[in-house]
């Protein structure tokens, strides 16, 4: 890992990093941007400033999709307008697609996948000098990982599929007090609606020393709060032979200098098991916060999901969840509009939501994906059926979601500051994870960036609150 910025010197090539997509993806482009560092490159901020532009694209959605290609096509014009000479997409949408992307927007310079990630700089340098680089030919990732658990764990070269091997060098592009740490990449569940798998790979636990090594970086360049991330981190460990490894690296997570908070997304809810809610919920300094992917609640549409569960099981995990940690915040996402979604199991999705008071739910309507299991189902709704039932939905979790923060009014909140200017104080609360959970609102507080402050809530808006410092 890396923290030096080298001199502006004429010689260097700059580059700019452009990040679409998720937190993941975040930590993609900061690895890259260390090994661009690495190789010589200089960093800049602002696309028009730079010599070449990566872009790091997002393939999960259609929308996701059109803004990777939008924010490609933006790039490739400042190629005609500043000092910009190549432009190049990496990333899921460059991996899943690869000569297809290249083939459909001329504009980009280059379309380049996971195995060129070892050798970015030399790639980039190549390309800026005008040779050609043929894009790859997309193939399923799940086939080419080790297989035992022994393998992986010996591996110290960058896993296919995957942006770098164990020890990897890093920079940070975002000064905040909070940063994403990567705890495993790929996935071995086979959901019928997502792809991810196939161009992400298998799934592959970090070992435990790389991942508190980071940790320890992190916390020297000043990062408070430790998200960490994964396709699925209640998977992590199973790889190396021990599925309770989360449990026994969140205190040495939480004990890292300068780290006060440590936040786990992406749970599933079929594999939490007791001992990991009971790690999140009570272990000193990690935050009691579920990031919990329920998907669904009619247990025959979670069947065609090739999913599990129902709202008996759902409700009793949030019982226990609650029963530990009173104040946890709980979050998840929806897909409405499933192939064969009936009225009654539309019906038992939002009596589920009513009676599970979660802090923040992302509906999104179904649509087709390449290559997916579901893609070839029967009993389709049509495109204004599944927008009439995501705005049937989302309206329903709109009021939820402001019944959820309205009841936290008179809680005492421990808030990290994010944002400071004229206006506002700005930061999250531990219910709030990063850019999706809302923000709490400082009244009359001097806290700066990086602080972490008590105070009691004495207003809400939607999912943000409001709160006065004591």
Not at 306 to 329: K, V
Request: aromatic share 6%.
């Amino acid at each position: 890992m890396t923290t030096d910025i080298s001199a502006p010197t004429a010689d260097l090539l700059s580059v700019a990093m452009v990040t679409l997509g998720c937190a993941r993806n975040e930590v993609d482009s900061e690895e890259l941007a260390g090994r661009l560092e690495a190789g010589g490159f200089r960093l800049v901020e602002d696309p028009a400033d730079a010599d070449t532009v990566v872009v790091n694209t997002c393939g999960f959605v259609e929308s996701a999709k059109k803004d990777s290609v939008d924010t490609l096509l933006a790039a490739a014009d400042l190629k005609t307008t500043g000092q910009t000479q190549a432009v190049v997409a990496v990333g899921c949408m460059a991996e899943r697609y690869g000569k297809e992307l290249a083939d459909s927007l001329p504009e980009a310079d280059a379309v380049l996948g996971f195995d060129d990630y070892p050798d970015i700089a030399a790639r980039l340098r190549s390309i800026v000098a005008g040779e050609t680089h043929q894009a790859h030919t997309p193939q399923d990732r799940r086939k080419l990982l080790p297989i035992t658990p022994v393998e992986r764990a010996l591996s110290t070269a960058a896993v296919p599929g995957h942006a770098s091997g164990p020890a990897s060098l890093r920079r940070r592009l975002d000064a905040g007090p909070t940063a994403s740490l990567k705890l495993a990449s790929g996935c071995d569940r086979r959901c019928s609606f997502c792809a991810i798998p196939s161009f992400r790979g298998s799934f592959v636990s970090r070992r435990p020393s790389d991942v508190l090594q980071e940790a320890r970086w992190l916390g020297e360049q000043g990062v408070r709060e430790l998200f960490l991330v994964s396709e699925n981190s209640t998977s992590y460990g199973k790889d190396l032979g021990d599925l309770r490894l989360l449990e026994t690296l969140l205190p040495e997570l939480a004990a890292v200098d300068g780290v006060e908070r440590v936040r786990v997304s992406y749970l599933q809810p079929a594999e939490t098991r007791p001992g990991l809610v009971q790690a999140i919920a009570s272990t000193p300094g990690v935050t009691p916060y579920f990031d919990l992917s329920f998907q669904h609640a009619s247990a025959d549409v979670l069947r065609r999901m090739r999913r599990f569960g129902d709202p008996e099981s759902f409700l009793g995990l949030l019982e226990q969840i609650r029963t530990l940690a009173p104040e946890a915040g709980v979050r998840s996402n929806v897909i409405v509009g499933f192939p064969g979604e009936s009225d009654e199991d539309l019906q038992t999705l939002c009596d589920f939501l009513v009676d599970a008071r979660l802090d923040v739910t992302g509906v999104f309507g179904y649509s087709d994906e390449d290559g997916t299991e579901a893609a070839t189902y029967d009993g389709k709704l049509d495109e204004d059926e599944v927008r009439a039932r995501v705005e049937h939905v989302g309206a329903l979790v709109e009021e939820l979601t402001s019944q959820r923060a309205a009841d936290r009014i008179d809680e005492v909140v421990e808030v990290l500051v994010e944002r400071v200017d004229d206006d506002s104080v700005e930061g999250r609360s531990a219910h709030q994870g990063p850019e999706v959970d809302g923000s709490t609102y400082l009244l009359d507080s001097t806290a700066q960036v990086g602080d972490l402050v008590r105070a009691v809530v004495v207003d809400s808006e939607g999912a943000d609150l409001y709160a006065q410092v004591l």
